[in-house]
């Protein structure tokens, strides 16, 4: 019905198509409106689709992904503690690989460095996808890189805006934060046994505002996009680039796109940044990333700086 949601579909057509009798197919109707689906019925032309649900929700999400990006299994939950921490809690319990945990709010959401991540249920997307790589772990250096440059292409691509990175995990518009990206491993002697890969992606400001602490550094997509973003497409869309994204990682066809995708969207690139590496502090001008996803900083003493680690500010004109 998605794919006329602007006709009708006679009930005996859809009984027909699925295999099920037209009660069956009045009881699946029901269903569905408790879910929040609203259809318009007529006698002897059938059912339309009037109005979908604005929330996650696994069944939209599953209808608008290719055929070819299905095989794997989806969870939408109201509420969980971190579904970075659910991911690994069901690959440690033996859940077959790769899945996707997607929860409507989280209550101890974090990002890099267990910072706190507001996760509020107001439409943002708080996901995780889990597999099971087999690969060593000096590989996985530039896995978040790749990812988040995954992204933003297809933040670009799917919402016609300009998202920026900053190194190593941040998703920026205008210099606003508007999502984060964890990823975690359990790593055994010579492979990457449990890989979590998780994103939180601010897509609605705030009915009352951002806190005080954020309102200068927090954004989000509605922010940027002309219309309403439907959410389902956009997970479906998500899901798909992540999953190809990741299959092109482990089967080593990443490396030469890197750099190009990395740069389109480096937002430090040439400008003046600050590191602070445990109590060291260095400044200098952001140089890109190496090809082990190092950031490259030329320092004020003219030598470059690899860094692997460690957080980076952006300096404002006159700061030291």
Not at 109 to 126: K, T
Not at 127 to 134: D, L, M, Q, T, V
Not at 277 to 304: F, K, M, P, W
Request: glycine fraction near 10%.
């Amino acid at each position: 019905m998605l794919a006329h949601e602007n006709a009708f579909v006679s009930g005996s057509a859809m009984a027909k198509k699925l295999g099920i009798s037209r009660v069956a197919v009045w009881q699946h109707m029901e269903k569905l409106r408790q879910q929040g689906f609203e259809f318009e019925a007529v006698r002897a032309r059938g059912y339309r689709l009037t109005s979908k649900p604005a929330r996650l929700e696994p069944a939209l999400v599953r209808a608008y992904l290719p055929l070819r990006r299905r095989s794997f299994t989806l969870a939408v939950l109201d509420s969980i503690d971190s579904t970075n921490d659910e991911a690994a809690r069901e690959l440690a319990a033996g859940r077959a690989d790769p899945f996707v945990i997607m929860a409507r709010e989280q209550t101890q959401g974090r990002g890099r460095l267990g910072r706190r991540w507001l996760s509020e249920p107001n439409g943002n997307l708080y996901a995780s996808f889990a597999f099971r790589p087999r690969v060593a772990p000096a590989r996985m250096q530039t896995f978040t890189l790749w990812m988040g440059a995954n992204i933003c292409e297809l933040i670009a691509n799917f919402c016609r805006v300009a998202p920026g990175l900053k190194w190593p995990n941040d998703l920026l518009f205008d210099g606003r934060k508007a999502g984060g990206m964890l990823t975690e491993a359990r790593i055994d002697a010579d492979q990457i046994r449990d890989l979590v890969f998780g994103l939180g992606l601010n897509l609605s400001t705030p009915k009352g505002g951002w806190p005080a602490e954020l309102k200068d550094r927090a954004t989000a997509l509605d922010t940027q996009v002309a219309g309403t973003l439907d959410v389902n497409k956009f997970a479906a869309a998500l899901i798909g680039r992540v999953l190809l994204a990741y299959e092109k990682f482990v089967g080593g066809d990443h490396v030469e796109e890197l750099a190009d995708m990395w740069n389109r969207h480096d937002v430090l690139r040439g400008r003046r940044i600050a590191a602070l590496l445990g109590s060291e502090r260095l400044s200098g001008t952001a140089s890109g990333i190496d090809e082990e996803g190092a950031l490259l900083l030329r320092t004020d003493r003219g030598g470059i700086e690899r860094l692997r680690a460690g957080e980076v500010t952006l300096q404002r004109p006159g700061n030291a």
